[in-house]
T-cell receptor, first 113, second 112 residues
Framework: EAGVTQSPTHLIKTRGQQATLRCSPISGHTSVYWYQQALGLGLQFLLWYDEGEERNRGNFPPRFSGRQFPNYSSELNVNALELEDSALYLC????????????FGSGTQLSVL | SQQGEEDPQALSIQEGENATMNCSYKTSINNLQWYRQNSGRGLVHLILIRSNEREKHSGRLRVTLDTSKKSSSLLITASRAADTASYFCATDAINSGYALNFGKGTSLLVTP
């Protein structure tokens, strides 16, 4: 069974550009979570999608947005990139309506120059 | 916002020794989970302990939970060099909307 897959592995952008990160959950998982891991700050919760809807978001500005597609894959968009957006972006999935463990992808390392 | 806070931030031990990491949190929880991260990549789930449990074991891992003190500890016995990684606690807070909140992690170095 395939795990959570994220693409691209690395992404380099310049200030003001937009970045799009993609995530495919484990088959059968409909809940997708996005986390930002900046250096020294641990994992910060960004967004939670379930059954195609945004269910919860963390304390991030509106330029962080995303969506979930009918096949439950998800996309994270970051507009008007700032230097401090440089971080590892992690996607995780689990079955809907549970508070069980999360399965993580390997992440996308976003560098904003 | 961070819910869990791990202590210590960094820990260095020799192979064969035990490693203990602590986690404190702020609000009532459904469960607490521990994860491991190698080399800044994806996290791997280690163990989950529910709010009505006090202790749980999995192989060389032992987790305790004290809800009155809002704290948990992770003990790794007979550490190996391969245990070198960052360890995070994550809390599933009541009314969090199923979002796990992670701490900043403990960086463990196990030297041969």
């Amino acid at each position: 069974e395939a795990g959570v897959t994220q693409s691209p592995t690395h992404l380099i952008k310049t200030r003001g550009q937009q970045a799009t990160l993609r995530c495919s959950p484990i088959s059968g998982h409909t809940s997708v979570y996005w986390y930002q891991q900046a250096l020294g700050l641990g994992l910060q919760f960004l967004l939670w999608y379930d059954e195609g809807e945004e269910r919860n978001r963390g304390n991030f500005p509106p330029r962080f947005s995303g969506r979930q597609f009918p096949n439950y894959s998800s996309e994270l968009n970051v507009n008007a990139l700032e230097l401090e957006d440089s971080a590892l972006y992690l996607c995780a999935s689990r079955r809907t309506g549970t508070n069980e463990k999360l399965f993580f992808g390997s992440g996308t390392q976003l560098s904003v120059l | 916002s961070q819910q869990g806070e791990e202590d210590p931030q960094a820990l260095s031990i020799q192979e064969g020794e035990n490693a203990t990491m602590n986690c404190s949190y702020k609000t009532s929880i459904n469960n607490l989970q521990w994860y491991r991260q190698n080399s800044g990549r994806g996290l791997v789930h280690l163990i989950l302990i529910r709010s009505n449990e006090r202790e749980k074991h999995s192989g060389r891992l032992r987790v305790t939970l004290d809800t009155s003190k809002k704290s948990s500890s992770l003990l790794i016995t007979a550490s190996r060099a391969a245990d070198t990684a960052s360890y995070f606690c994550a809390t599933d807070a009541i009314n969090s909307g199923y979002a796990l909140n992670f701490g900043k992690g403990t960086s463990l170095l196990v030297t041969p």
